[in-house]
């Protein structure tokens, strides 16, 4: 009995182990409003919707909206407080925050991990356009309430997650389609006469002979395409910039966008 209760007591520990974990304390502020900036209930709201994402992608979001940052840039800070915090799941500690600074119009947002990927240049602008119009009108709640929403559907196009649940619309209507071809080819099977088009099916096997063969040239067409090409630069974004990679002062890389608003 003790050394089954021991065993057991061992595979749990190896599954626990084995388990994505989220930051190494999961009950800990994801949404942190010390600007006192949004509501109860977005607050709430985020919180919750956050914590669906860390739960299906395991990819944690944070937010941070402070009064000052001092002497730091935006991103040294957004990444000071990120690493140190204890953020971020995985051994890649796959995240993406948000820093906003309303006394001096500034805001950061911050890869980490495998967002470093899925928020490419191109896609943290996106959420910079839809965002900073929003913040320009001091409407924080919206605006970070658009920022997740943004995050958790890019997050739903690339993820193995994501793309599984697409999926199984696509697979039902196919498994339908293949029923209905089926059973389409099942009843022309069923019909023995059958008008011929090609004079092919009315010659007799052995009777057509050909005495003469000859090639002649009509014509030759050329077609021309054009291949576009896309530029290999990158538009900054949101007036501040991309950072195409970072280290923060606790050794961790980073990329992202910040500016004013």
């Given amino acids: 009995m003790k050394k089954a209760f ?3 007591a061992f595979l749990l520990a190896l599954l626990l182990c084995a388990l994505p974990a989220m930051a190494e304390n999961p009950e800990m502020e ?13 607050v709430a709201a985020l919180t ?10 395991q990819f944690d979001v944070v ?18 407080y990120y690493d140190y915090g204890g953020y971020g799941y995985g051994e890649g500690h796959d995240g993406i925050m948000l ?43 919206a605006a970070e309430k658009k920022f997740v929403e943004m995050v958790a559907t890019r997050l739903n196009a690339v993820t193995p997650e994501g793309r599984a649940g697409r999926l199984l619309p696509l697979l039902t209507a196919l498994g339908a389609g293949g029923g209905a071809v089926t059973a389409g080819a ?12 090609g004079a092919a099916n009315y010659i007799q096997k052995g009777s ?30 949101g007036g501040g910039g991309f950072h195409g990679g970072f280290t923060g002062s606790s050794g961790t890389h980073h990329t992202g966008h910040g500016g004013k608003f």
């Fill in 99 to 141: 820093l906003i600074v309303p006394s001096t119009r500034d805001y950061y947002i911050m890869n980490t991990g495998s967002a470093e990927k899925i928020f490419s240049d191109s896609e943290l602008t996106k959420i910079e356009d839809k965002i900073k119009p929003i913040l320009k009108k001091n409407d924080y709640d």
């Fill in 63 to 80: 937010i941070l909206n402070i009064d000052g940052i001092g002497n730091y840039t935006t991103y040294d800070f957004a990444a000071d």
């Fill in 208 to 237: 057509f002979r050909l005495h003469t063969s000859q090639d002649i040239y009509l014509y030759t067409t050329t077609t021309r395409r054009r291949i576009q090409t896309e530029s290999s630069g990158s538009r900054p974004g």
């Fill in 30 to 42: 994801r949404v942190v409003d010390q600007a006192k900036v949004l509501s109860a209930d977005t």
């Fill in 48 to 57: 919750a919707e956050i914590r669906d994402i860390g739960e299906k992608y």
């Fill in 6 to 8: 021991i065993l057991t």
């Fill in 186 to 197: 099942m009843r022309s099977g069923m019909k023995s006469v059958r008008k011929k088009k």
